[in-house]
Nanobody, 123 residues
């Protein structure tokens, strides 16, 4: 059982930057992975990035590669998503999630999800 608490969402102008955070508590294992997804109204939940708890491996969706950076703070059991060069198309509800030894793009590979935080990018 994992609880995820997100913060950092909000309104930002196109071209700006924003950093999302997700703090995890509960049953955290060395095999735990954390990922970021987003979902815009009427669209499927979209994979953005994932990272392993140990090993430092990451995976990025092509749509955000080079703009978004995922990182971990093990001391805080937190994952971050640093977003830059934001576009209006990035507007969505952003979710963090945990998996077990999985950093792929499928939602089915993640077992616990945060509540979501709104990111709105103005044009």
């Amino acid at each position: 059982q994992v609880q995820l608490v997100e913060s950092g969402g909000g309104l930002v102008q196109a071209g700006g930057s924003l950093r999302l955070s997700c703090a995890a508590s509960g049953r955290i294992f060395s095999s735990t992975t954390m990922g970021w997804f987003r979902q815009a109204p009427g669209k499927e939940r979209e994979f953005l990035a994932a990272i392993t708890w140990s090993g430092g491996r990451t995976n990025y969706a092509d749509s955000v590669k080079g703009r978004f950076t995922i990182s971990m703070d093990n001391a805080k059991n937190a994952v971050y998503l640093q977003m830059k060069s934001l576009k209006p198309e990035d507007t969505a509800v952003y979710y963090c999630a945990t998996g077990l030894s999985y950093i792929g793009s499928s939602t089915s590979g993640y077992n616990y999800w945060g509540q979501g935080t709104q990111v709105t990018v103005s044009s």
